[in-house]
């Protein structure tokens, strides 16, 4: 028995998607826990290319269960036309469960999201739009709605009604926004209940099985730690922790269990929407990285902003999740640079700082102080072994888990499965 997590080191993105389907190769349980349909992994397989939003990763091996978990905020219609997609490309999606206790996204929170970052103007966070904040915040204002709710109507109309009321009155009083139809919504939503009802399940009860029979099981992280509530970049973060307490909370596993933790990160660093990035290129060499990688959100479409990679950054991720272990993705991406650079420490009015800030505003004055390295300038799409790799590759490998602290045990070549490098075994 053996429980495995993937978790993002950087701002999200990272690749996440591909690591998780090729470990899923070895585990009976892949269980996506945090955040929501805001979050989009794309696989690419011996199936086709698929951009995920709230399926796990592990869909696409029959044999195992692909659990979304009670930390995941639940879009009902996102979620079932993930499933008809998934379908109607030939993937069974009969290995799929839900968690009863996923709280749910209701038609006010989408509303409430779009309201108040308008409202912020100037200081927008840049949310992806789609209700995740607002149900977050529901669900620890004890205002949630949850998956079982849907599955009894006589319950989920004495549980909207007065939620309802409450929500109609901020849209219609604060935000001169329409109100919603309690009607509408109450049937649109036991239809939604109807449909999920085959694939929920106490997804708890399930990962504990699995545990007490020896199987393997692989955690799906979203997002990234430096996008965490509590140790990200506050407030331009996400709102649901994406770090490995996040994992055993949002999957409902005892943390104990958790045996490795594999941090993924580019070879560079990207981010969306607002907020500091130390690194960030806002040249000529930014938007090479952003059209070689294909730099556009998997959920947003939005542009990522681009930059060298932030070791500074990367090691707290590292430090804070308890990595035991580093997956490098797109270094191919960087085949075409001269030179190759990472960030190794921030100067700040003339101080070198080593340590990743806690307030934004000392995070937006840090300068970054880089390592430079000659770069390859060869293609490494095909290679399959570390040591066949151009020798300033392995370099700037071995630079990069020197700065992070962790050991690299896999390297991504490509965005295909098998374009992957394996350094090392987790053991």
Known sequence: MSVTAVIGGQWGDEGKGKIVDLMAETAALVVRFSGGDNAGHTVINPRGEFALHLVPSGIFYPRVLAVIGNGVAINPRVLLDEIAKLKRC??????????????????????????EEKARGKNAIGTTGRGIGPVFADKIARLGIRVVDLLSPDSFRDRLAPILEQKNALLTRIYCAAPLSFDDVFEEYVQFGREL??????????????????????LEGAQGAL???????????????????????????????????????????????????????????????????????????????????????????CRISGFTGVAITRLDILDAMPKVKICIGYEIDGTRVERFPVGLATLAQCKPIYAEMP???????????YEELPREARHFLAELEEAIGRPIVLVSVGARREQTVRIRNLD
Request: proline share 7%.
């Open 90 to 115: 030939g993937i069974d999606t009969g290995n799929l469960v839900l968690s009863s206790r996923a709280h749910i996204i209701m038609p006010y929170h989408v509303l409430l999201d779009g309201l």
């Open 197 to 218: 009802s085959p694939y929920v399940r106490e997804t708890e009860v399930l990962i504990d099985q699995a545990l007490e029979q020896g199987k393997n099981v692989l």
């Open 227 to 317: 996008l965490d509530p509590d140790f990200g970049s506050y407030p331009y973060v996400t709102s649901s922790s994406p770090l490995i307490g996040g994992a055993a909370l949002g999957a409902g596993i005892d943390p104990r269990k958790i045996k490795h933790v594999i941090g993924v990160y580019k070879a560079y660093t990207t981010r969306v929407g607002g907020g500091p990035m130390p690194t960030e290129l806002l040249d000529e060499t930014g938007n090479l990285i952003r059209e070689r990688a294909r730099e556009y959100g998997t959920t947003t479409g939005r542009p990522r902003r681009c930059g060298w990679f932030d070791a500074v950054a990367g090691s707290f991720a």
């Open 375 to 385: 770069g390859w300038m060869s293609p490494i799409a095909e290679v399959r072994r």
